[in-house]
């Protein structure tokens, strides 16, 4: 009996942590921390065990370029399209967050160390270096 129980809390256990990986997969709506507008819609998925997420929709500001590249980005991101650009980099789980990883933001080509947590079923995206830091909130999109 205690083998049975032993055994059930085991499973128990590793099916929290791949709930807690699948979360966050899909899509979400990310919204300007200082605006509060909506900026893209990011699509999160898995790759080599690790979090990755691309930008697979841009809202258009005003004047800006329907279709832009990345012109002020210094890795192998250089002159690529925004749209379909891979931010967010090598997130590993950790309890009940991500980190480690990275994101990048394609206006002004820097990046940053980044978290992310759900909190109150949303997102939080945190980029900082040190520790100086930046945090939004981003939206599930279905």
Not at 5 to 25: E, G, K
Not at 28 to 36: F, N
Not at 126 to 136: E, L, N
Request: proline share 2%; glycine share 4%; net charge negative.
């Amino acid at each position: 009996m205690t083998n049975l129980i032993l055994t059930f809390v085991f499973i128990v256990c590793l099916n929290s942590d791949s709930l807690a990986q699948n979360d966050v997969i899909g899509k979400w709506k990310t919204i300007d921390d200082e605006t509060g507008k909506a900026k893209s819609i990011v699509e999160l998925y898995m790759k080599d065990n690790e979090l990755y997420g691309k930008i697979i929709e841009l809202y258009q500001e005003s004047n800006a370029d329907p279709d832009p590249f990345c012109d002020a980005c210094t890795d192998d991101r250089k002159d690529q399209k925004v749209t379909g650009m891979e931010i967010l980099r090598n997130m590993e789980l950790n309890d009940d967050e991500w980190e480690d990883g990275t994101i990048c933001d394609p206006k002004n080509g820097k990046v940053y160390d980044c978290k992310l947590w759900l909190e109150n079923n949303q997102l939080q995206e945190r980029g900082y270096v040190a520790f100086f830091y930046r945090t939004q909130t981003w939206l599930r999109v279905n």
